[in-house]
Nanobody, 122 residues
């Protein structure tokens, strides 16, 4: 059974830093892209960043570029989202996701974690 288990998150003041990590299991993720999305009440799910499990190449939403860094540790089978210079508008439930490189993030073949809450106070 494929599982994506998020950890980290919590409460931080604006300008601070926080890390969230994801531990995927249940299959090989070679050839997959691992991503983070976030959702706030009343809004649609928003892409944050993704990383290629195979070569580590990354892509970020404009709203987090220069502040967030996504990395992967193949040996430990984890991905880490380092969030710096956090803003109140970064407050959301953050979800880890995985998709085949050939698919898009709307595919029914994707995997999703249950989410972890990040709250940034002003």
């Amino acid at each position: 059974q494929v599982q994506l288990v998020e950890s980290g998150g919590g409460l931080v003041q604006a300008g601070g830093s926080l890390n969230v990590s994801c531990a995927p299991s249940g299959r090989s993720f070679a050839g997959y892209r691992m991503g983070w999305f976030r959702r706030t009440p009343g809004k649609e799910r928003e892409f944050v960043a993704h990383i290629s499990w195979s070569d580590g190449s990354t892509d970020y939403a404009d709203s987090v570029k220069g502040r967030f860094t996504l990395s992967r540790d193949v040996a430990k089978s984890t991905i880490l989202l380092e969030m710096n210079s956090l803003k109140p508008e970064d407050t959301a439930v953050y979800y880890c996701a995985a998709r085949p490189a050939w698919a898009d993030w709307k595919s029914k073949n994707n995997y999703w974690g249950k989410g972890t809450l990040v709250t940034v106070s002003s």
